[in-house]
């Protein structure tokens, strides 16, 4: 068994595509339209698994769009995407300068929570070994729930 992907139903392309991408630094690998089903399937690989991505079509995020609107419910039931990055304060300095609220901040230097513009939690976690605390993380308030 090997893992694939993970599919979330998104209500807005241009939103999702600003915040994974632009935001998270993700990058659309495969875009498939199916007019007969009505919606339209993403693909989206973490900077550092492209080109596995690519040639084994796996890890990878599926972003879902269903042309014919339809309202999803925000259950925590769906749990999160987490992602492992070179510098978890230089990303969540960079998401909140794109407009993206840190809700759970990297006070530990370890592990920080944001949300995409669908709801969808995303654990961020420091690859290796946390950072040493710091200014503005460590005094900052969690914002919502993730």
């Not at 209500?11 to 339209?33: N, P, Q, V, W």
């Not at 042309?67 to 419910?73: K, L």
């Not at 070994?129 to 460590?138: C, D, G, N, R, Y």
Request: aromatic share 10%; with cysteine; hydrophobic share 40%.
């Amino acid at each position: 068994m090997r893992y694939l992907h993970t599919m979330v139903r998104v209500t807005d392309i241009a939103a999702s595509l600003k915040f994974y991408c632009d935001a998270l630094g993700m990058k659309e690998i495969r875009r498939m339209e199916n007019e007969k089903g009505r919606f339209t399937l993403i693909f989206l690989a973490a900077p550092e698994d492209e080109e596995r991505a690519l040639n084994e079509k796996a890890p990878v995020l599926e972003l879902t769009y269903n042309w014919d609107p339809e309202p999803y419910d925000t259950g925590r039931n769906f749990g999160h995407l987490a992602f492992l990055v070179d510098d978890i304060y230089a990303t969540c300095a960079k998401l909140q300068a794109a407009g993206v609220t840190i809700n759970r901040p990297p006070r530990d230097g370890h592990m920080a929570f944001v949300r995409s513009p669908d709801l969808i939690s995303i654990e961020l976690l420091q690859k290796g070994a946390s950072l040493p605390s710091q200014e503005p993380w460590a005094s900052m308030a969690n914002t919502g729930t993730w």
